[in-house]
Every structure is written in structure tokens, then in C-alpha cells.
């Protein structure tokens, strides 16, 4: 089925384009932008008044699956990220078993393929079962497909590994995603360690837990010429630290939650698990310098790290609740709402910070809407005002920190390769 998209505003930063323009999809590949377009027989998408952009693609999230499908499994997670206006995403390895070897990243890419609604690409561990000890099959796991390696939800505790890590990743041109925050000062902690913990009578983690962190790999990365990407990044010095890097030649990149450029640590006082995350929210310090960093380019992605639980494990006692929270159905909006409707960020500024640069950093196409390519869109409205309601999710893990929030903007229409797999709100497959 032929598909064309009218009247919308283009926003396809990779290309410098910014107009209103029709998009004509045909046989899953753009076949044409331009003015007046018409096709015999195209469905047509009226996207008078919304932006038509590449579709995004979050390089941070997690499927849960394998072993862990009572949150979230391919399915329901695609479905979420269709929901959310994503057409790719990229899977975290902290799955049971660990994602660690190339056998099982081949039976895991198909089984996505048969039931993913979007694209799904894989991070591979880079420790064997994230312990930190013995490098995973980083080589074996490169060729059968990963998109980088990481130890999500665990920092790689010793220098010597990481270095390690940095100089084999290098060998295959993929990054190390780095969880960074520095375990003997986060162990205990439950929230940013600050004024509003203190009050709370919560034990924090310290911003310099991350910073810390942050310099030993920026040291490592420059050291051994591997590529180091810092994940969610929330501290001020850490934003600081990567920019300096940046400015010297290191080989870094980063990027930042939606949630973290949302919130602060005073939306945690009434003990509101589902704000709870890894690494926690900070203060409004942390989060201007997080938002001066997208704008100056310091920080290169916006992420969802969409991280589901099941509802007996988060709706606990805030000390004992997991971190995390399902973020694919609420980031665009929560972007919009804190980013662009505040006028820090351009439109073209959050579609290459949601779906351009991510498609560069994990080395996959899209990122950009271009004659011949893959038609995979989304069709978004920047001044819909809508109420979240956690019972209208896809995803499993209902838990979110935007429950009952209104917020300005959200996804209308997904289209991956060519077939529209959400339209208003409502996933197709
Ligand atoms: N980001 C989170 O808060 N949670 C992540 C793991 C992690 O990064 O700690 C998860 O897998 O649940």
C-alpha cells in the first residue's frame, strides 16, 4: 500500500530542510518530497498543521526479553515504541540470560524481526554476564550484528577491564555504553544525595559518583583512542568534563534522558516510586546544565531509557522499589513540553537529537527522510495537549512519572518501512 503524506512540516535536519512539503511512500521507500504531490490509490495522511520527520530512533531502552517477559517482551515493548513515535530501538544486554555471546544475538534479532513493530537493534554486554571479570564475545557479537557493547545497570568496576573494552571495541568501530556512576558511593542511595534528601531522610548518590566515573573513562578513552559514550548523563561536571573532552579530540559522545531534562529531585517528595531511576534525578543545577548541554551539542542523543517493572516490584516502598520507569509513550511529549514549548530547543534540534544522531552513533540507517531510502517516518503534533493515562499504555511496566501529567505534543503516525503501524495514538500491529 502506497502512502502519502500531506501538507505537513518537514523537518529533516540531516538534509538542512525545514518546509512544508508532501511525502510519498511507495513500496516501504520514500519515493518523493516536494510540493503537491499526488499518487493513484495512495492512502493519504492529512498532516496539515504537524511535523513530518525522520522516524526516531532511541538508542537506550530496554525490552526485557529474554527472561524477564512478565515487564516487557518484544511485542509489547515495539508496540510502546510505535506508540511513542519510534521506529528503531536499541536493546540493553542487563536481559536473563545476559546478552554476551553471538548466539544469542542471532536467535534474539530474529525472533525481534518476527515480532517487533518496529526495528530493534541489540547492545551487546561487555562483560560476560555483566560481572565485570572476563570480556564478553565482543568480536563474535560485532559480526552478528550488535550496534555496541555495554554493561547497563552496572558499571565496569575495574579500570584495567574498561581499558580492555575500550581498545577491543575499537578493533570493530563500535562505542562502549557506559554506565557510569562509581558503585561504593551509589550503593546505599535512593535518589540524588542533596538538600531535598537530606529533608527526606533518604540516603542519596552523590553527583560525583558519575563524575568520577566519567573522568577514569574519559581518561581510558583517551588513552586507548576507543569510542566512550556516556549513558543518561545528569550532572553538571559531567556535561562539563565531556565538553572539555570533546573540545580535545577525545573520541566521546553522550547522551541524556527525557526525564532528566524534566524533572528535579522536588518531584520526589512525596516518595513517588515511579520517579525513581538509575541515575536519579538532581537538582535544578544539574538540570540547566543538562539542558544547556543539548542545546550547545555537548550532549548528541536524547534517550528513553524506557526500563519497565512489573507492577508488584515498583509499587513498593520507595527505599525497596527497582529502578526505572517505561519511557518510550511519554519521551517525545516530555521533550516537546520541557524543550521546545520552553523555546530552548528548535524542532530540527530534537529530531537530530532523537532520531539523526542516534542513527550516526549505533551506525544504522534513517536519521534522515531521503528519496530511495527506507520509509520510516513519524508524523508528530507539537500543541496537542494531552493527559497521560498509564492505562492506556502498551508497554507492560504501567509505572511513569508523567501519570496524570498533561502534556503539549505527541507522536500521531508511525510508519516503518513503508506500513503504518500507529496512527493516532493507536498501534496496528
Ligand atoms: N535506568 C534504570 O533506572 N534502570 C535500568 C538499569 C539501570 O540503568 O540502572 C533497568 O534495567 O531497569
Same mark, same amino acid.
Given at each position: 500500500?502506497?502512502?502519502?503524506?500531506?501538507?505537513?512540516?518537514?523537518?529533516?535536519?540531516?538534509?538542512?530542510?525545514?518546509?512544508?512539503?508532501?511525502?510519498?511512500?511507495?513500496?516501504?521507500?520514500?519515493?518523493?518530497?516536494?510540493?503537491?504531490?499526488?499518487?493513484?490509490?495512495?492512502?493519504?495522511?492529512?498532516?496539515?498543521?504537524?511535523?513530518?520527520?525522520?522516524?526516531?530512533?532511541?538508542?537506550?531502552?530496554?525490552?526485557?526479553?529474554?527472561?524477564?517477559?512478565?515487564?516487557?517482551?518484544?511485542?509489547?515493548?515495539?508496540?510502546?515504541?510505535?506508540?511513542?513515535?519510534?521506529?528503531?530501538?536499541?536493546?540493553?544486554?542487563?536481559?536473563?540470560?545476559?546478552?554476551?555471546?553471538?548466539?544469542?544475538?542471532?536467535?534474539?534479532?530474529?525472533?525481534?524481526?518476527?515480532?517487533?513493530?518496529?526495528?530493534?537493534?541489540?547492545?551487546?554486554?561487555?562483560?560476560?554476564?555483566?560481572?565485570?571479570?572476563?570480556?564478553?564475545?565482543?568480536?563474535?557479537?560485532?559480526?552478528?550484528?550488535?550496534?555496541?557493547?555495554?554493561?547497563?545497570?552496572?558499571?565496569?568496576?575495574?579500570?584495567?577491564?574498561?581499558?580492555?573494552?575500550?581498545?577491543?571495541?575499537?578493533?570493530?568501530?563500535?562505542?562502549?555504553?557506559?554506565?557510569?556512576?562509581?558503585?561504593?558511593?551509589?550503593?546505599?542511595?535512593?535518589?540524588?544525595?542533596?538538600?531535598?534528601?537530606?529533608?527526606?531522610?533518604?540516603?542519596?548518590?552523590?553527583?560525583?559518583?558519575?563524575?568520577?566515573?566519567? /573522568?577514569?573513562? !574519559?581518561?581510558?578513552?583517551?588513552? +586507548? #583512542?576507543?569510542?566512550?559514550?556516556?549513558?543518561? &548523563? *545528569?550532572?553538571?561536571? @559531567?556535561?562539563?568534563?565531556?565538553?572539555?573532552?570533546?573540545?580535545?579530540?577525545?573520541?566521546?559522545?553522550?547522551?541524556?534522558?527525557?526525564?532528566?531534562?524534566?524533572?528535579?529531585?522536588?518531584?520526589?517528595?512525596?516518595?513517588?516510586?515511579?520517579?525513581?531511576?538509575?541515575?536519579?534525578?538532581?537538582?535544578?543545577?544539574?538540570?540547566?546544565?543538562?539542558?544547556?548541554?543539548?542545546?550547545?551539542?555537548?550532549?548528541?542523543?536524547?534517550?528513553?531509557?524506557?526500563?519497565?517493572?512489573?507492577?508488584?516490584?515498583?509499587?513498593?516502598?520507595?527505599?525497596?522499589?527497582?529502578?526505572?520507569?517505561?519511557?518510550?509513550?511519554?519521551?517525545? /511529549?516530555?521533550? !516537546?513540553?520541557?524543550?521546545?514549548? +520552553? #523555546?530552548?530547543?528548535?524542532?530540527?534540534?530534537? &529530531? *537530530?537529537?532523537?532520531? @539523526?544522531?542516534?542513527?550516526?552513533?549505533?551506525?544504522?540507517?534513517?536519521?534522515?527522510?531521503?528519496?530511495?531510502?527506507?520509509?520510516?517516518?513519524?508524523?508528530?503534533?507539537?500543541?496537542?495537549?494531552?493527559?497521560?493515562?498509564?492505562?492506556?499504555?502498551?508497554?507492560?511496566?504501567?509505572?511513569?512519572?508523567?501519570?496524570?501529567?498533561?502534556?503539549?505534543?505527541?507522536?500521531?503516525?508511525?510508519?516503518?518501512?513503508?506500513?503504518?503501524?500507529?496512527?493516532?495514538?493507536?498501534?496496528?500491529?
Amino acid at each position: 500500500m502506497n502512502l502519502l503524506i500531506k501538507g505537513g512540516t518537514v523537518v529533516n535536519p540531516a538534509k538542512k530542510q525545514h518546509e512544508v512539503a508532501d511525502v510519498l511512500v511507495k513500496d516501504g521507500k520514500i519515493a518523493a518530497i516536494g510540493q503537491n504531490l499526488s499518487a493513484d490509490g495512495a492512502d493519504v495522511y492529512d498532516a496539515t498543521g504537524l511535523v513530518v520527520a525522520p522516524g526516531l530512533i532511541d538508542m537506550h531502552t530496554h525490552l526485557r526479553e529474554p527472561g524477564q517477559e512478565a515487564k516487557e517482551d518484544f511485542y509489547s515493548g515495539t508496540q510502546a515504541a510505535a506508540a511513542g513515535g519510534f521506529t528503531r530501538v536499541a536493546t540493553m544486554a542487563n536481559t536473563t540470560p545476559v546478552v554476551d555471546n553471538a548466539a544469542l544475538v542471532r536467535g534474539l534479532r530474529k525472533q525481534a524481526e518476527l515480532t517487533g513493530v518496529v526495528k530493534v537493534e541489540f547492545m551487546g554486554a561487555v562483560s560476560k554476564g555483566l560481572k565485570g571479570k572476563e570480556l564478553a564475545e565482543m568480536g563474535d557479537m560485532a559480526e552478528a550484528g550488535v550496534v555496541g557493547f555495554s554493561d547497563d545497570g552496572h558499571y565496569v568496576e575495574s579500570a584495567a577491564f574498561m581499558r580492555r573494552a575500550l581498545e577491543y571495541s575499537s578493533m570493530f568501530n563500535k562505542p562502549v555504553i557506559d554506565h557510569a556512576e562509581e558503585v561504593t558511593l551509589t550503593c546505599e542511595g535512593h535518589m540524588h544525595e542533596g538538600f531535598v534528601a537530606y529533608e527526606m531522610g533518604v540516603k542519596g548518590r552523590p553527583a560525583v559518583a558519575e563524575d568520577m566515573a566519567v /573522568a577514569r573513562d !574519559l581518561l581510558l578513552a583517551e588513552m +586507548t #583512542g576507543g569510542h566512550i559514550h556516556i549513558a543518561h &548523563v *545528569s550532572s553538571k561536571d @559531567t556535561v562539563d568534563q565531556i565538553r572539555r573532552a570533546k573540545a580535545k579530540g577525545i573520541k566521546v559522545t553522550c547522551e541524556v534522558t527525557a526525564q532528566h531534562l524534566a524533572f528535579t529531585d522536588e518531584y520526589l517528595r512525596e516518595y513517588n516510586p515511579a520517579f525513581k531511576m538509575a541515575p536519579p534525578i538532581r537538582s535544578e543545577e544539574h538540570r540547566q546544565a543538562l539542558l544547556a548541554g543539548v542545546k550547545d551539542g555537548t550532549i548528541d542523543a536524547i534517550i528513553t531509557d524506557h526500563a519497565p517493572h512489573a507492577e508488584e516490584e515498583k509499587d513498593q516502598e520507595f527505599c525497596c522499589a527497582p529502578n526505572g520507569f517505561s519511557g518510550l509513550e511519554t519521551s517525545l /511529549a516530555a521533550v !516537546l513540553t520541557h524543550t521546545y514549548k +520552553t #523555546g530552548i530547543l528548535t524542532l530540527d534540534e530534537i &529530531v *537530530s537529537l532523537m532520531s @539523526t544522531r542516534p542513527a550516526q552513533l549505533l551506525g544504522v540507517e534513517g536519521g534522515v527522510l531521503e528519496v530511495g531510502k527506507a520509509a520510516d517516518i513519524t508524523v508528530f503534533s507539537t500543541d496537542e495537549a494531552w493527559t497521560v493515562d498509564r492505562n492506556r499504555f502498551y508497554t507492560k511496566g504501567k509505572t511513569s512519572p508523567f501519570d496524570g501529567m498533561t502534556l503539549t505534543g505527541r507522536a500521531k503516525l508511525t510508519v516503518v518501512d513503508g506500513d503504518v503501524v500507529m496512527k493516532e495514538g493507536v498501534v496496528t500491529r
